[in-house]
């Protein structure tokens, strides 16, 4: 199969922190290769001269001058654009959102990821996100597919739960939802519930979709047609879900271990980023809160977090310990627990806002997916953050398991993706 090019624009630390070598053993390990757009030294002044950034960085004009090579077509990348910069150089940083404001999606159909590496960073960490502008390279079509037909069923093994679903003819019929434990054990038990709620049998499912952490280990024990990251999963599940499927909108994701912002066009990844710094911006440090405060995590809504007033309750957004620390505190001093609640979930919103939602253009609808999209005090924050109304669409915490359902076209028994 022909290698997806990915085009790599980045500061000298790349290469200066040996972060280069994980990049390509990334891009590599999902077919693709990195390569750095050729361009001549006479273009380098005249492209930073039209960018209008007066950087003193050679390295960042060198960015600058293979962005715009990009833009004006002179240079190729059908596996989209990956920008990464060193997080302790704030030029870069400046340049790299700008880059990755100025790669328009929308008109130049290339998918964009920014990234922001330490030394540290590897190729397992980068994986998600060569694999998702591969797909998006390979799967365009079928991921700009508005409906799904036939019987197929989408997996999802989350860090927190597994999920399934079953779909027939555009319709979710049967649905599962089991905590993660003993992953092949989990996705059966999923899987298992979803296919007694639609009336079916194993047998009657024509095709198969897999994503999560997990993804790879299930996806061989059902022998799953695709296996495929969440990034783009989630993007087609979220405009299903919301019935918005043609236009723009922006996806949020904050799930049990990382978060994603995704910029979604007619379906497809535009722009997209996941991760972040601590748990304390993740669905962890909420349910560490419920269970601190001795209510289910879906009661940080109405009962208390909607009602309470999260600005009288210093707490730290960063760090799940320090982030719990001032929770105990803020009880230990009488605060009350609506407070309390309240102060959490505007914690983990405001987080993800400083973090991942600074390298996606936002834009309407913002569309809340996710086991944590089901609480409404953290809905309501990020709203107040964005100004703006959150979707949660029905089922949206099976979003990944939709998303892969959505994905299958259920009469092909294609090349499958082999396991790693």
Same mark, same amino acid.
Request: proline content about 3%.
């Given at each position: 199969?022909?290698?997806?090019?990915?085009?790599?624009?980045?500061?000298?630390?790349?290469?200066?922190?040996?972060?280069?070598?994980?990049?390509?053993?990334?891009?590599?390990? &999902?077919?693709?290769?990195?390569?750095?757009?050729?361009?001549?030294?006479?273009?380098?002044?005249?492209?930073?001269?039209?960018?209008?950034?007066? /950087?003193?960085?050679?390295?960042?004009?060198?960015?600058?001058?293979?962005?715009?090579?990009? &833009?004006?077509?002179? &240079?190729?990348?059908?596996?989209?654009?990956?920008?990464?910069?060193?997080?302790?150089?704030?030029?870069?940083?400046?340049?790299?959102?700008?880059?990755?404001?100025?790669? *328009?999606?929308?008109?130049?159909?290339?998918?964009?990821?920014?990234?922001?590496?330490?030394?540290?960073?590897?190729?397992?960490?980068?994986?998600?996100?060569?694999?998702?502008?591969?797909?998006?390279?390979?799967?365009?079509?079928?991921?700009?597919?508005?409906?799904?037909?036939?019987?197929?069923?989408?997996?999802?093994?989350?860090?927190?739960?597994?999920?399934?679903?079953?779909?027939?003819?555009?319709?979710?019929?049967?649905?599962?939802?089991?905590? @993660?434990?003993?992953?092949?054990?989990?996705?059966?038990?999923?899987?298992?519930?979803?296919?007694?709620?639609?009336?079916?049998?194993?047998?009657?499912?024509?095709?198969?979709?897999?994503?999560?952490?997990?993804?790879?280990?299930?996806?061989?024990?059902?022998?799953?047609?695709?296996?495929?990251?969440?990034?783009?999963?989630?993007?087609?599940?979220?405009?299903?879900?919301?019935?918005?499927?043609?236009?723009?909108?922006?996806?949020?994701?904050?799930?049990?271990?990382?978060?994603?912002?995704?910029?979604?066009?007619?379906?497809?990844?535009?722009?997209? @980023?996941?991760?972040?710094?601590?748990?304390?911006?993740?669905?962890?440090?909420?349910?560490?809160?419920?269970?601190?405060?001795?209510?289910?995590?879906?009661?940080?809504? *109405?009962?208390?977090?909607?009602?309470?007033?999260?600005?009288?309750?210093?707490?730290?957004?960063?760090?799940?310990?320090?982030? @719990?620390?001032?929770?105990?505190?803020?009880?230990?001093?009488?605060?009350?627990?609506?407070?309390?609640?309240?102060?959490?979930?505007?914690?983990?919103?405001?987080?993800?806002?400083?973090?991942?939602?600074?390298?996606?253009?936002?834009?309407?609808?913002?569309?809340?997916?996710?086991?944590?999209?089901?609480?409404?005090?953290?809905?309501?924050?990020?709203?107040?953050?964005?100004?703006?109304?959150?979707? /949660?669409?029905?089922?949206?915490?099976?979003?990944?398991? &939709?998303?892969?359902?959505?994905?299958?076209?259920?009469?092909?028994?294609?090349?499958?993706? *082999?396991?790693?």
């Amino acid at each position: 199969m022909k290698k997806v090019r990915i085009a790599q624009l980045s500061c000298g630390g790349a290469e200066y922190s040996g972060v280069q070598k994980e990049i390509y053993e990334a891009a590599e390990s &999902v077919g693709a290769e990195v390569f750095f757009p050729d361009i001549a030294l006479a273009d380098v002044e005249r492209a930073v001269k039209k960018f209008g950034l007066d /950087v003193k960085s050679a390295d960042l004009k060198l960015m600058i001058a293979r962005a715009l090579a990009l &833009v004006e077509g002179k &240079v190729e990348a059908d596996g989209g654009v990956f920008i990464g910069t060193c997080f302790r150089c704030a030029e870069a940083a400046i340049v790299r959102n700008e880059l990755r404001r100025y790669i *328009p999606p929308e008109n130049s159909k290339l998918s964009v990821v920014s990234y922001s590496f330490t030394e540290r960073t590897t190729a397992g960490t980068l994986l998600t996100r060569m694999e998702a502008l591969t797909t998006i390279a390979r799967r365009r079509a079928l991921l700009a597919r508005e409906e799904q037909t036939g019987i197929t069923m989408g997996v999802d093994s989350g860090s927190s739960t597994t999920k399934a679903v079953v779909m027939k003819d555009n319709e979710i019929v049967g649905t599962g939802w089991h905590p @993660t434990t003993e992953v092949i054990k989990s996705a059966e038990s999923a899987v298992s519930d979803a296919l007694e709620m639609a009336g079916l049998a194993r047998e009657d499912i024509q095709a198969i979709g897999t994503t999560g952490y997990g993804r790879f280990l299930i996806g061989k024990h059902f022998g799953a047609e695709l296996i495929q990251e969440e990034l783009t999963v989630n993007s087609k599940g979220a405009v299903y879900l919301a019935g918005h499927q043609r236009g723009a909108a922006t996806v949020i994701d904050i799930g049990g271990m990382d978060n994603k912002a995704i910029s979604v066009i007619d379906g497809i990844p535009g722009t997209f @980023t996941m991760g972040g710094i601590c748990a304390g911006a993740s669905g962890r440090f909420l349910e560490m809160t419920a269970k601190r405060l001795g209510i289910d995590i879906t009661e940080l809504g *109405p009962p208390l977090a909607m009602k309470g007033m999260g600005k009288n309750v210093p707490m730290n957004s960063y760090c799940i310990v320090f982030g @719990t620390q001032s929770l105990v505190n803020a009880l230990a001093a009488g605060s009350s627990p609506a407070d309390v609640a309240a102060a959490a979930c505007h914690s983990v919103a405001e987080q993800v806002f400083e973090q991942q939602l600074q390298e996606v253009d936002i834009k309407e609808p913002v569309i809340m997916v996710g086991g944590t999209s089901l609480i409404e005090g953290l809905v309501y924050a990020m709203g107040q953050l964005l100004q703006t109304e959150v979707v /949660v669409p029905p089922n949206s915490q099976y979003i990944g398991a &939709v998303g892969s359902a959505c994905s299958r076209r259920a009469s092909s028994r294609e090349s499958r993706c *082999p396991p790693r």
